[in-house]
């Protein structure tokens, strides 16, 4: 069993930037494919970003291109969110996930799940 508990979240204007750390409770965190998801109110849950077990592999979502950046830290068991150039758009619940498998962009791709955490861009 992974724990991932997320922290970063606020309120942050446009243009403004976030960053969103999820640290895992897993001894065998760096076995894990990273992601983070974000479902906005009425919306389906969407992929956003993730990162591969070494960090060397990542992909993002074509909406958060060029303004997100996830990045890990296997020795503390964290993956982190840089958002940057946030717009109104991006205000979700974020979500950290965990997957055994290399390549992860679809919700059943992970097996754990963290609690999520609150980003509202006001315009």
């Known amino acids: 069993q992974v724990q991932l508990v997320e922290s970063g979240g606020g309120l942050v204007q446009a243009g403004g930037s976030l960053r969103l750390s999820c640290t895992a409770s897993?001894?065998?965190?760096?076995?894990?494919?990273m992601g983070w998801f974000r479902q906005a109110p009425g919306k389906e849950r969407e992929f956003v970003v993730y990162?591969?077990?070494?960090?060397?592999?990542?992909n993002y979502a074509d909406s958060v291109k060029g303004r997100f950046t996830i990045y890990r830290d296997n020795a503390k068991s964290t993956v982190y969110l840089q958002m940057n150039s946030l717009k109104p758009e991006d205000t979700a619940v974020y979500y950290c996930?965990?997957?055994?498998?290399?390549?992860?962009?679809?919700?059943?791709?992970?097996?754990?799940w963290g609690q999520g955490t609150q980003v509202t861009v006001s315009s």
């Open positions: 996930a965990a997957s055994l498998r290399r390549i992860a962009t679809m919700r059943n791709d992970y097996r754990y």
């Open positions: 897993a001894r065998t965190f760096s076995a894990y494919t």
């Open positions: 990162i591969t077990w070494t960090g060397s592999g990542t």
